[in-house]
């Protein structure tokens, strides 16, 4: 069974500073995906990540996939308030249709 | 236009009613799915549909039944509410099952009192 494990679960961090968010995966996995959470609010797409390598960047934060270490990580780079919201990462096992969250991570952009 | 949308977005009911939320994508989309976020916001998937075939059903209690009566609209009934059912049941569609891209509605906030 696919197990997908974010850490931190909680951030605080100041406006200016840069941190990372990583996604650990327990089984192989074709595909690895990012979204956001404001509160009470849906979950948007942010990254799909395709292969071994892949490293997509949208404003300050980038996101990148390693396969062999069944890691993917989101950047967060001179962060701003707007950025507030919880992170999910989600893979999907080998030739499986199904998609396993992580737990999410809470993230506060302190003025 | 709402990509996919889902009513109602709150429900307040008592235990042992039934109430049903439903879904509709605009997105041309083949597949559909319901998931449920509790209150540690945890994400669990509980069915997906594609092309109105059920594809995958989570162990989910057999009071929760899902219907889609076209690919563009997914459905769930939920009979005897208990109070463990109070969640947040999100429903999201995605271009096929190898895509797995979703996209998700606003979510519907269940209460069971």
């Known amino acids: 069974e696919l197990k997908v494990e974010q850490n931190p679960l909680f951030l605080s961090m100041q406006e200016g500073k840069n941190y990372t968010i990583y996604c650990n995966y327990s089984t192989t996995s074709d595909r690895l995906y990012w979204y956001r959470q404001d509160p009470g609010k849906s979950l948007e797409s942010l990254f799909v990540?395709?292969?071994?390598?892949a490293v997509k960047q949208e404003g300050r934060l980038m996101a990148s996939l390693d396969t062999k270490a069944r890691l993917s990580t989101l950047h967060i780079t001179a962060a701003v308030h707007d950025l507030s919201a919880t992170y999910f990462c989600?893979?999907?096992?080998?030739?499986?249709?199904?998609?396993?969250f992580g737990k999410g991570t809470k993230l506060s952009v302190i003025p | 236009d709402t990509a996919v949308s889902q009513t109602p977005k709150y429900l307040v009911t008592q235990m042992g009613n039934d109430k049903s939320i439903k879904c509709e994508q605009n997105?041309?989309?083949?597949?559909m799915y319901w998931y449920k976020q509790d209150s540690k916001k945890f994400l669990k998937i509980m069915f997906s549909?594609?092309?109105?075939?059920?594809?995958i059903n989570e162990t989910v209690p057999n009071r929760f039944s899902p219907k889609s009566p076209d690919k563009a609209h997914l459905n769930l009934h939920i009979n005897s509410l208990e109070l463990g059912d109070s969640a947040v049941y999100f429903c999201?569609?995605?271009?096929?099952?190898?895509?797995?891209?979703?996209?998700f509605g606003e979510g519907s906030r269940l209460t069971v009192l």
């Open positions: 997105l041309g989309h083949d597949t």
């Open positions: 989600a893979a999907s096992g080998a030739g499986s249709y199904q998609l396993t």
């Open positions: 990540l395709l292969s071994n390598g």
């Open positions: 549909y594609n092309n109105k075939e059920l594809i």
């Open positions: 999201a569609s995605s271009q096929d099952l190898i895509t797995g891209e979703l996209f």
